[in-house]
């Protein structure tokens, strides 16, 4: 009886081990699940911050920076109450591959999905008497993006001859290192004009390297200029005619068909991934920055060649982007500013993102960008929003200290080669564009060796200027 009672014992224990194990393993997961939910609804607090904020990282070229973090992954935390939130939490969702493991993968998406998926998401939240009240408050721009957010497919007004990739493309025996694509506007001739003149040539453009010989280096450069619609009952005249034939001389335009005002410059972002995903497939790197900025187009190309050489360039092209990176800042609350952000509309924090003025990343992680930002809500600053969607491809922007988006600390401006250690500076008028250039051409012997700049003082100067689309924690 006994050694039955036994062999039973032994039996019941093999068997029932491994499910007890099973029970305490799933009852472990469903609690991290819980309190992951949990901590996703709540706020970060100021600690959690700071703490993330002493976090650095190290810049590609190996510049170390001390006044930047890496972020918060989870910047898009759910809340109920703020209608950008709200509706993106909708898309996530979707997208979850344990909420909707059988509709993941398999499922062949086109166009007309990311589409839908975004339209019935939209609807679904406007819809709420909650969200009516709230939009009704917000300020008259923002209602106006809010009314015309889930639009992106504008019809093309003006391109660059068929199917090349801008400005530049003649005779190439290789693939175009950089094509610059510059946000600007119809009346802006004048800049447009100074950036050909100066940095914005085209063709096979060299540089010196950097690092101490006068090797050369060299590459193609491409040039588009992204262009929407000026409202001219502002002006009384209608340039639109003058810009046809800009288009015809120069090949470099590139228009649509919507209003060119602040809150739709997200849309230039979106809809040029789309056109170079369709025509610039081989094009290296791209330039995205503003018309009134002056670039070292030179070093720039050094620069690129330093990342092309690197022993595992392969790998990181896939999500290279440099620039001015902005980390644990938050929207700018402050009601008359032109990049107010009320928290009726977005709650939480700015992922990690370059400035707007001048950012460089790869041709590849272009055609990413174009793929992820189907199922990213519009966002009415477009730093950001690119911001968002790198976040989305799980990749962060490299800071680097040549990029002056908020120009030379004081005094250093005035050093014979300050230009020449830098990237990129703004902002510069179309007459001081001219004018630099001259300088740059003048100095270029005497400066030849000056290294790229190392060190970042811009968070004085920045702490001065008081209208950005973000601020700072304290
Ligand atoms: C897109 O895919 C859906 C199914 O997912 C299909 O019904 C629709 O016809 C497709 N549209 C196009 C333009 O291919
Ligand atoms: C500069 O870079 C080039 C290309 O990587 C290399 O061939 C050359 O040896 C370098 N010169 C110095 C002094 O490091
Ligand atoms: C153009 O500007 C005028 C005056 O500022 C304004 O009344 C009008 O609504 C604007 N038109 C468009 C299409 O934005
Ligand atoms: C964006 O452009 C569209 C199309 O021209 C326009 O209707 C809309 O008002 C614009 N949005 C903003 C926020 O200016």
Redesign the pocket.
């Known amino acids: 009886m006994a050694r039955c009672y036994c062999r039973w014992r032994r039996v019941l224990i093999c068997v029932c081990s491994p499910c007890i194990c099973l029970i305490l393993l799933v009852l472990y997961a469903g609690i991290m699940v819980c309190t992951d939910m949990n901590r996703k609804t709540r706020q970060l607090s100021v600690d959690s911050i700071r703490s993330l904020q002493n976090k650095h990282f190290v810049a590609s070229g190996g510049f170390k920076s001390n006044t930047f973090a890496s972020l918060p992954k989870s910047f898009w935390k759910f809340h109920e109450e703020a209608f950008w939130n709200r509706l993106q939490v909708t898309i996530d969702r979707h997208f979850n591959p344990i909420l909707k493991a059988s509709k993941t993968g398999t499922?062949?998406r086109?166009d007309?999905?990311y589409d839908s998926l975004l339209s019935h998401s939209f609807s679904d939240v406007i819809d709420l008497e909650i969200m009516k009240k709230k939009i009704e408050l917000l300020p008259k721009q923002m209602q106006d993006f809010v009314r015309y957010m889930k639009r992106r497919n504008y019809p093309v007004i003006i391109q660059p001859s068929s199917s090349t990739c801008g400005a530049g493309s003649e005779n190439h025996k290789e693939p175009p290192l950089l094509l610059l694509a510059i946000k600007s506007t119809e009346l802006n001739f004048k800049n447009r004009q100074a950036i050909r003149q100066t940095w914005g040539q085209i063709g096979w453009v060299v540089a010196r390297r950097k690092n101490g010989t006068k090797q050369e280096v060299g590459g193609y450069i491409r040039r588009v200029f992204l262009i929407a619609r000026d409202n001219f009952s502002n002006v009384g005249v209608d340039v639109s005619k003058l810009l046809q034939m800009e288009a015809q001389f120069y090949g470099d335009i590139l228009q649509w068909d919507f209003s060119d005002t602040f809150f739709n410059l997200t849309l230039k972002d979106v809809l040029f991934w789309n056109w170079f995903s369709n025509r610039c497939g081989q094009t290296r790197f791209i330039f995205k920055g503003d018309d009134d900025v002056f670039v070292n187009l030179p070093n720039i190309i050094a620069y690129l060649h330093e990342q092309l050489e690197k022993p595992n360039a392969e790998q990181t092209m896939k999500e290279f982007m440099v620039g001015d990176v902005i980390g644990a800042a938050l929207p700018n609350r402050l009601y008359h500013s032109k990049y107010f952000v009320p928290d009726s509309f977005y709650k939480g924090l700015y992922p990690t993102y370059a400035g707007g003025g001048g950012v460089i990343y790869s041709g590849r992680l272009a055609e990413r960008l174009h793929d992820v930002s189907r199922r990213v809500h519009l966002f009415p600053i477009d730093d950001v929003f690119v911001g968002m969607c790198m976040a989305r491809l799980n990749a962060s922007p490299v800071h680097h200290p040549a990029f002056l988006t908020f120009d030379f600390p004081e005094k250093e401006e005035a050093e014979p080669c300050a230009y020449h250690t830098i990237l990129l500076v703004h902002k510069r008028s179309p007459k001081q564009l001219i004018e630099l250039w001259d300088h740059m051409t003048k100095t270029r012997e005497q400066c030849w060796n000056v290294p790229l700049r190392v060190s970042d003082q811009k968070k004085n100067a920045e702490n001065e200027k008081k209208n950005h689309d973000y601020i700072i924690l304290p």
């Open positions: 499922r062949i086109n007309s999905f």
